[in-house]
């Protein structure tokens, strides 16, 4: 282990240009733009990095590409403040701060500003979301609570994918990757109309490969993906229109137990956003936003949901002084008809809910460098009635690069139709295994936060935060039969997270990040819960990474990068350490060849599941083609 940490080293110092490629630089953003860069998930208003006082981490648009990251949650693992497992061939378990399991119904994730958590389970289809990455502008994500502003389910953390303005992706692109275990073609189109304007269009499609089991056995979960959009841009004076949509097809090899196939899981769905927003002078802005999203998925052995969402936002920004005050409200309505698979059902088979919100966040300057932050979020659902969501946050500017700063927060996880209506096995069964509880209510959690960031000098940039997290009414359950889910989980998380980013010389940079995490929760007096905290999710204690980018001339890149993860607890996962290796060379500048390696010291490894069916990822190899014009 220590030979292949001294090789990151000595990889990067040997690979530094000599005095030929000296002016060579790279193409990401230098620490200091970086550092200034407008960000808006923290405030939902436009500030610089350096001034957010949250744990936040920014994943660009060339660490994406440098990354040789083919889908989204393969970008997510460049966050340090993740946990980023792969279940199988498509399906990942994502998480921030512990409670990772296959449905991660404790974090939000916002594509462009819609929510694409699903509401029947208040957790996200990976293997339904995805973007076309050489579009994304940056991805922002936060570990820790965001529910004053971003509402319920921001409680652990909040991932923001922000993709690019149509005017800036104007021109053709084209990408063709080949692996040992995927393929994928990309294109993309845009161009302006009228003197304001600007469009694109764009269509992937995707081919995973299979996966296998320790013995060797064939999982079964191989995967085809395809997907095509379209985004439209224009302004007029002070007024700025986006209008942008996708539809997309996926479907899986056939599922088989035993001698029965059971059929394939076919996904589907599509979504249409509209947004309208207008500077008023003076650091004043409104914004109007709507979305319709519709998903279904037809799972043979668990359930058959079809969800259909409409959503409406309004926010507005006062002008900038002594009182930076943010306000706005939104209606959300979903409708979901969930028929019976061979394991689950719900019911009723059919509900529609609807949540409403209003929220205000003030930040108040105390002083020259210091500012205080109140905010609070009213958020009315149809099982619970109101959730109140407050929140409050100082920030010390002790010198114009250093923060220091200090956030006590409340979030909850509202209940979702997996909580109340869930039924296992399905109707007209009139025994059931497990049933969802009438009387679940909010899991709740009180988060005390402590964070530094600073720029050390224009080569230096760390952040590190505290945090811990007090929680109550958390999911539980009783022993089967006729159990019904229930509220008798309490405890705490404790933990730091911590990254850094080295300009070691101009054409070499270093990155590296750290997470540790302690849980201490315990069922309550009076459950008869067999199963306990385990089933809530399956965290590793640590977890580290680092990150090697070498420019070695004006055309050729080569990028290493190592990940660490603990030993999961249970069901019991061998901690591992994951290379990857990308070397790219531009012989034109409108073509890139990359090659890419992923897990290249070992054969394979497994990252999340049951030892007995569980997947493993296995060592591959990837060639990427990039065209631009």
Known sequence: MVFRLVAICALGGALIPGAGAAEAALTELSLEELGNLQIVSVSRRGERLNDAAAAIYVITADAIRRSGATSLPQALRLAPNLQVAQVNASQYAISA?????????????????????????????WDQQDVLLPDVERIEVISGPGATLWGSNAVNGVINVITRRASDTRGALAEASVGTDRRQLAARYGASFGEHGAFRVYGKRSQLDATEKASGAAVLDGWNFGQAGVRADWSDGGDEFTLQGDVYRG????QVLGSTNFGRVDVSGGNLLARWARQLGDGASVRLQAYHDTTKRDDPLLYRPEVRVTDVDFQHALPDGPHKLVWGGGYRRARDDVGAGVFFGFVPASRTQSWENLFVQDEIALGPALNLTLGAKLERNDYTGTEKLPSARLAWKATPER????????AVRAPARLDRDIRLPPPPSPVYIIAGGPDFVSEVANVFELGWREQVDPGLTVSVTAFHSRWDRLRSGQ???NALVQNMIDGTTKGIEAWATWQAMPAWRLSAGLTLLREHLQIKAGSTDPVGPRALGNDPRQQWSLRSGVDLSATQQVDLTVRHVGALPDPAVPAYTAWGLRYSWRPRDDLTLALVGENLFEPDHAEFGNPTDRSMIDRSLLLQLTWSY
């Open 251 to 254: 479907r899986s090899d056939p």
């Open 97 to 125: 701060r512990g409670f990772n399991n296959a449905i991660g119904n404790k974090l939000l994730v916002l594509v462009d500003g819609r929510t694409v958590y699903t509401p029947f389970f208040s957790g996200v289809f």
């Open 403 to 410: 923060l220091l700063w200090t956030a006590l927060s409340r």
């Open 479 to 481: 022993p089967p039969p």
